[in-house]
């Protein structure tokens, strides 16, 4: 299936190209014809201006263009009509019967419905969430969770094959803290003297898994290293943080260690090609820098920088510092070029906007491998504010004072976590408001539209219970009110194409609500079950209704939300 803008731009080729033939219109190159949804109503369903965008190159007036291009327009059974306005445009009005049609396609496609060939064929993965086991999903890690699942469902929707793949690093300084300050909390419930780690985690989660190990293994542990402490609490951690993204129906098909990049030796095979190419030099300070600079330098032990000023950088980057240790920046190279190697035909990374620079010297790096960053697209998203009374909280997963996922979802639910977070654009601050997410009335979106689902799951239900069937339903009984509806219920296909393309998942929840603001006057106007309908008509709206449950049942589902069949 494509959008109907994408058959309505082939017609507009197919008459131009016959205008051409015809020597009413002379040759020229065909050209990329834009579709776009009027703004106002009365002006049609669809509308182009490419009679406006050829008439300098033809020296016609673009009204004479568009006469011509109307003219040799061939004949399609989803038009009613195409007509000329101002300027030049070219409205396009959907049949009343090709809109009658769809109720019966709905109910076909049912859960498929809207589903598009764009990318069929194509391979894509979406890393996202990627927290480090150190600690639950916090309500940072669920915006990217939620932005993440949401793409790769759009992606899903426009045809590609997607793969949804976390990275983890289970080492580091932060490991270390964890594996730390767990060791200092079970020496503590022992009764021994031991201090937490400085910027140690102080987290309640902290004591309990001391706690749990005391039960599990008594003092057995004592003279342990902090390894034990790490290893059982990263176990621990990445339990908590599947069973968290599972609340809010996310899964991840990969996992993928950082770690392992070292033990195969791709990272240090990532660095010597990076040499090999000429991009790596060992120094004190970067090449660029002042002379004050340097002599600050003198006497220090080299470290390994990449030159990532010559793909604009304003300074070079290390990669390996002077002890030996790599930087985030080099194993990170090394994963894309994993990516890369893997054969996606898009990769999309949901990050938060401050690796925004980090990611700029990631794809200087690829560069500087002779790859092409070009099929990687960065998502960046800023952060969420979590309001209770008007006021904002504060958090910290250090010192333990952080909503978590889990909180979100028990003070709320899924649904409300998962579409407030989704309802702005990526670079939009949120801010969560516990108060609002939580109310029953039309001024909370999640109920206004799953409300609309609810309804016609309700008139599904009574019309069983009265034993009432829909199917040979006349559908040219639908009046204009459900007509409107499925003018808009068509315009998913559209919203999907843009929300893939774009990687604006929050398109979804925009459409969702204007959607619901259609349906809600047409159910208390457009009876079904009314004693004062007549039995083909009742017939025609319960099969219109059966399909408008469907189109909100796919909604839903694309933005990752349940569609209750009772609220």
């Given amino acids: 299936m494509k959008p109907l803008s994408h058959h ?5 080729s197919e008459a131009l190209r016959a205008a051409q033939a015809s020597a009413v219109l002379p040759a020229f190159e065909p050209p990329t014809i834009v579709i776009e949804r009027p703004k106002r109503e009365g002006q049609g369903d669809y509308a182009s201006p490419v009679a406006m965008s050829l008439a300098k190159a033809l020296s016609r007036k673009p009204r004479e263009v568009a006469e011509a291009v109307v003219q040799h327009l061939p004949p399609a059974p989803f038009i009613a009509q195409a007509e000329i306005a101002g300027p030049g445009f070219i409205n396009f009005t959907l049949s009343d019967d090709f809109l009658r049609q769809q109720v019966e396609t709905i109910i076909a496609l049912g859960d498929d419905w809207a589903k598009l ?8 993965q979406v890393e996202f969430v990627s927290a480090n086991p150190s600690g639950p999903i916090t309500v940072g890690h669920t915006r990217n969770a939620v932005l993440g699942d949401a793409i790769a469902r759009v992606l899903e929707a426009a045809g590609y094959q997607v793969q949804r793949e976390y990275y983890f690093n289970n080492a580091g300084n932060q490991m270390v803290m964890l594996g730390q300050s767990v060791q200092a909390r079970y020496l ?25 190990l005391v039960q599990e293994h008594g003092d057995s542990l004592r003279e342990a290293d902090w390894k034990v402490f790490k290893d059982y609490a990263e176990a621990r951690m990445f339990a908590w943080i599947k069973r968290s993204l599972a609340l809010i129906d996310i899964q991840h098909d990969a996992f993928f260690n950082e770690n392992s990049l070292f033990e195969n030796g791709e990272v240090w095979r990532t660095l010597e ?3 090999e190419n000429g991009y790596i030099y060992s120094a004190a300070e970067w090449e660029g820098a002042s002379e004050e600079e340097k002599a600050k330098a003198a006497g220090r032990a080299p470290a390994q920088w990449f030159r990532s000023t010559r793909f604009g950088d304003d300074k070079d980057r290390v990669l390996v510092k002077s002890d030996g240790v790599p930087t985030y920046t080099l194993p990170d190279i090394a994963y ?10 898009l990769m999309v990374n949901v990050l938060g906007a401050d690796h925004g620079q980090q990611y700029k010297v990631v794809a200087n790096g690829i560069r500087a491998l002779g790859l092409d960053p070009s099929k990687i697209k960065v998502i960046l998203y800023q952060m969420v504010r979590i309001m209770r009374n008007g006021v904002e909280v504060r958090m910290s997963k250090r010192k333990g004072n952080f909503d978590t996922l889990d909180d979100l979802v028990e003070q709320t639910s899924a649904d409300a976590v998962r579409y407030h977070l989704l309802g702005r654009s990526p670079g939009t601050t949120i801010d969560f408001d516990l108060d609002a997410v939580v109310k029953q009335s039309n001024e909370n979106p999640v109920y206004y539209i799953q409300n609309a689902h609810v ?8 019309a069983a219970a009265r034993g ?4 040979e339903a006349d559908l040219s009984l639908l009046g204009q009110a459900e ?58 709206r319960l099969r219109f209704y059966r399909a408008a449950r469907l189109v909100f049942r796919r909604v839903l589902r694309l933005m990752g939300m349940s569609a209750p069949e009772r609220m």
């Fill in 8 to 12: 309505i731009a082939n017609l507009l």
């Fill in 117 to 124: 060939d764009l990318f069929v064929g194509k391979r894509a």
């Fill in 188 to 212: 503590q419930i022992l009764g021994q003297s031991a201090e937490l780690p400085e910027n140690g985690y102080q987290g309640e989660y902290i004591i309990d898994l001391a706690r749990d």
């Fill in 273 to 275: 090609i990076l040499r």
């Fill in 336 to 345: 894309h070029r994993n990516k890369i190697e893997r054969g996606f035909d």
């Fill in 455 to 462: 309804r016609c799951a309700g008139i599904a239900r009574e």
């Fill in 468 to 471: 009432l069937d829909d199917t």
């Fill in 483 to 540: 007509l409107k509806f499925l003018r808009k219920a068509l315009e998913l296909s559209e919203v999907i194409e843009l929300a893939a393309t774009e990687y604006e998942p929050h398109r979804l929840a925009y459409y969702a609500q204007e959607l619901a603001a259609l349906f809600h006057p047409l159910y208390d106007e457009v009876r079904a079950l009314h004693s004062d309908v007549e039995p083909q008509v009742a017939r025609a």
